[in-house]
């Protein structure tokens, strides 16, 4: 089992940056694979970013390439998002997941959210104009 808490959501003016935070506790968190989806009102969830258990595999949304960063510290079981540029359309409710691939391959990092077993109770995000 993985608990996930996010944190570092607010408000924002377009332009800003905002830095997300998604601790995790459980057992062998270092080996799941972690990823960041949204959701902004009367829209469908959508896949943001992910990034391997290794760090070494990072995939991203097309919206956010080169303005978002996911990176993880497995030392204190945290995966981060870091946002510059926000934009207006980046509101939204952030939400962190995790999953463990079956053999622990280092590439794992999926981007559709079927592949997660595990989500937090999410973090609003919400840029102004």
């Known amino acids: 089992q993985v608990q996930l808490v996010e944190s570092g959501g607010g408000l924002v003016q377009a332009g800003d940056s905002l830095r997300l935070s998604c601790a995790a506790s459980?057992?062998?968190?270092?080996?799941?694979?972690a990823a960041w989806f949204r959701q902004a009102p009367g829209k469908e969830r959508e896949f943001v970013g992910a990034?391997?258990?290794?760090?070494?595999?990072?995939n991203y949304a097309d919206s956010v390439k080169g303005r978002f960063t996911i990176s993880r510290d497995n030392a204190v079981s945290t995966v981060y998002l870091q946002m510059n540029n926000l934009k207006q359309e980046d509101t939204a409710v952030y939400s962190c997941e995790a999953d463990r691939d079956v053999s622990d391959s280092p590439t794992y990092a999926p981007t559709k959210e079927h592949e997660y077993d595990y989500w937090g109770q999410g973090a609003q995000v919400t840029v102004s104009s």
């Open positions: 990034v391997s258990w290794s760090g070494r595999v990072m």
């Open positions: 459980g057992r062998s968190f270092s080996r799941y694979a």
